[in-house]
């Protein structure tokens, strides 16, 4: 199994321009989430699906959109991209049975 | 909503001595709180949690305690080695909720 994984690895955007980042899961969890990860500030949730064609606002959602289309994919957008967004970003899922939440690899994404 | 402190921000120890992280929560519903490692570059991992209905947890040199009086949570490592280098993450969450990350604690271990 290849757990949870994300594409792009490293991206680097324009101030204005828009990119979709793709989360997949093969474990068959109902539970999905984008983080953001900045220096000092931990990881912050930005949206979470609990289950296919469901999704709701985390912490800080402003400038993102997501969609759950697939029950193993979780897709974030940025439509128009500013340099506050300029983060490392990490897609979590998990199972209804356990809190436990598994991470995929990071985005580096730097706006300029 | 729930509010996750943790300290201290940075923490350094030498081989073999023990480090103590703390966390405290808002929410006095919150009823589950992993520990999650993050090395350099890597993901974060879990590494230990706890329910409400449990005071103390170990697994090996890693140990978990609650309190929920005073609604905090510490990870107590001891005999600490250069590998237990990394970034120690708290969270809590009240059932299916969102998990609530504290902001972070940079352990360095120096041999």
């Known amino acids: 199994n290849a757990g949870v994984t994300q594409t792009p690895k490293f991206r680097v955007l324009k101030t204005g321009q828009s990119m979709t980042l793709l989360c997949a899961q093969d474990?068959?969890?109902?539970?999905m989430y984008w983080y953001r990860q900045d220096p000092g500030m931990g990881l912050r949730l930005i949206h979470y699906?609990?289950?296919?064609?469901?999704?709701a606002k985390g912490e800080v959602p402003d400038g993102y959109n997501v969609s759950r289309l697939k029950k193993q994919n979780f897709l974030l957008g940025l439509e128009s991209a500013a340099p506050s967004q300029t983060s490392v970003y990490f897609c979590?899922?998990?199972?209804?049975?356990?809190?436990?939440?598994?991470f995929g690899p990071g985005t580096r994404l730097t706006v300029t | 909503g729930e509010n996750v402190e943790q300290h201290p921000s940075t923490l350094s120890v030498q081989e073999g001595d023990s480090a103590v992280i703390k966390c405290t929560y808002s929410?006095?519903?919150?009823?589950?709180f992993p520990w999650y490692k993050q090395e350099l570059g890597k993901r974060p991992q879990l590494i230990i949690d706890?329910?409400?209905?449990?005071g103390e947890k170990k697994d090996q040199r890693i140990a978990v305690t609650l309190n929920k009086t005073a609604k905090h949570f510490s990870l107590h490592i001891t005999e600490t080695q250069p590998e237990d280098s990394a970034v120690y993450f708290c969270?809590?969450?009240?059932?299916?909720?969102?998990?609530?990350f504290g902001t972070g604690t940079r352990l360095q271990v120096f041999p």
């Open positions: 979590a899922s998990g199972s209804v049975n356990s809190n436990e939440q598994y």
């Open positions: 474990m068959n969890h109902e539970y």
């Open positions: 699906s609990v289950g296919e064609g469901t999704t």
């Open positions: 929410d006095s519903a919150s009823n589950y």
């Open positions: 706890i329910r409400s209905n449990v």
């Open positions: 969270a809590a969450i009240h059932n299916t909720d969102k998990l609530i």
